[in-house]
């Protein structure tokens, strides 16, 4: 029997595991490909906070950021930059690999190519039902971790709340010039009630992607390719090489992420960035928190709702309040039309809101900059002449 079997091994599963291995506990982490990491769909970018506060392997680390530009579809623009690094961009599978050799490396247990297809809590231990290889299999546990990702088969049997919001993204690599910084496009035509991205890999390949709450981010992203401001940039290559890749980001508060025996970390419990659908840094923050939980239940030599509870008041005290508000800023722009955006785009550009942005923008934590804009005459000013009748 193990103390913890985690299910999943991208970076939240991972991250738990590792510091739990690292605390003593014997850990069986299962992951249905047969390489971490592999395949891997996500434009990886990470605050440089990310990489103070967690012991992230740095051999990831491709890029590093220090500018972000906002582009409206009406032709301004909003240049952010700042003398230091920001964030990262990252090799996800180098990064995936690298937190799951940590835990390796502190003891815990590794099955690949090997899907969990059953998760039984009973009074005494929980029973993990796997498939590889042909044959199936039970694990016994104290306790499971649920960091699947997007896979939410398990969550109404669990009794586990299940996001209701996604975003539909759509992403591809290419080789390219004459990408600096960060580049994010606006516009309803661009991607609707979402944004758009360029992210320099390195000097000459850039990861282009497109984001929507509508379910058709390949054709925004195949219309934002032909694009003179991306188009002229990028290499010639074949269309037939152009590969693109699709996925889902949950995004919003769950009401219920653990139970008996049971704790849900990352994209399984939607602990992304409203904002963005950046899901790294909280999922490191919550797998934090749930290895805290875990020990502290192991100490106390109980696993059942009442000593798991605070997992969830504790990362919703963390990170509810930013969530919360990128959920209202959300709310709002989804109402944007394009002459709104450029009204916005000008408005960000004006000194007194360019200085406010420039303090209080933080890559992680959109909460303090929010309440900052929200704080100014001149926003309120803005949005009942430029934009009225939005439902705030
Ligand atoms: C286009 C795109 C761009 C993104 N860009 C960024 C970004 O720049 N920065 C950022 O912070 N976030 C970004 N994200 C979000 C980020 O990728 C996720 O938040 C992050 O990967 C979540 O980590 P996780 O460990 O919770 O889940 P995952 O990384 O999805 O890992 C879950 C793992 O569990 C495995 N699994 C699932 N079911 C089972 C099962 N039954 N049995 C065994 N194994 C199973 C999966 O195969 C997978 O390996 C992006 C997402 C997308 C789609």
Redesign the pocket.
Known sequence: MFDVVV???????SYTAYQLAKSGLTVLV????KTIGKPR??????GKEAFNRFDLPKESIQKEIKEAKFYSPLGSILKISRDKTEAYVVDRTIFDQGIAHKAMDEGASYLLS???YDIDIRDDHVRVRIETRGGKFVFKAHVCVL?????YRFHEKLGIGKPVNFLD?A?TELPARDFFGMEIYLGTEIAPESFAWAVPVSSDSVRV?VSTTKNNSLYFLKKLLQKDFIRTRIDKIDKRDIQIKR?I?PYGIVNKSYGNRLIV????AAQ?KPTT?????N?LICSSIATETIISAFEKGGFGHKNLKSYESLWKRQIGHDMRMGLYARKIFKQFADSHIESLLRLCNINEMHSIIKKFADFDKHSCFLVEFMKQPIFWKYLLFKAPGLKL
């Not at 299910?7 to 599963?13: I, L, M, S, Y």
């Not at 769909?41 to 990470?46: A, M, R, W």
């Not at 659908?277 to 840094?281: A, L, M, R, S, T």
Request: hydrophobic fraction near 30%; include cysteine; charged fraction near 10%.
């Open positions: 299910v999943g091994g991208g970076p939240a599963g299962l992951e249905d490909h769909f996500c434009t990886g970018v990470i090997t899907r969990c960091a699947a990702g997007i896979n993204c992403q992607g996925k980001i970390v990352g994209d399984s992304t659908g950046g899901g790294i840094f999922g």
